[in-house]
Nanobody, 115 residues
Framework: QVQLVESGGGLVQPGGSLRLSCAAS????????MGWYRQAPGKQRELVAV???????NYADSVKGRFTISRDNAKNTVYLQMNGLKPEDTAVYYC?????????WGQGTQVTVSS
């Protein structure tokens, strides 16, 4: 059974920063592209950042320049450094392979950006 556990979310003011972590168990993911996704209530889940096995990254236009995805393959962990947070970044953040495997979704971690 593959398990992905997200952590690091919280409540921050606009302009603040958070660092999310995604710890993987039950699988070795170092050879796979991994992504961070987010979903706000009533909205479709969207891909915000991707990192491939070789280290190349891609970002959604909405987060480009503010978010940085990285990975530590020795720790089976993917990170998302979020700076300059905006209220529209409020969502539950998930990690998964990219393209995602439907059965790999975890509980996510809530990010709330509000004054």
């Amino acid at each position: 059974q593959v398990q992905l556990v997200e952590s690091g979310g919280g409540l921050v003011q606009p302009g603040g920063s958070l660092r999310l972590s995604c710890a993987a168990s039950g699988s070795i993911f170092s050879i796979y592209a991994m992504g961070w996704y987010r979903q706000a209530p009533g909205k479709q889940r969207e891909l915000v950042a991707v990192i491939i096995s070789g280290g190349s990254t891609n970002y959604a236009d909405s987060v480009k320049g503010r978010f940085t995805i990285s990975r530590d393959n020795a720790k089976n962990t993917v990170y998302l450094q979020m700076n300059g947070l905006k209220p529209e970044d409020t969502a539950v953040y998930y990690c998964n392979r990219s393209p995602p495997f439907p059965g790999y979704w975890g509980q996510g971690t809530q990010v709330t950006v509000s004054s």
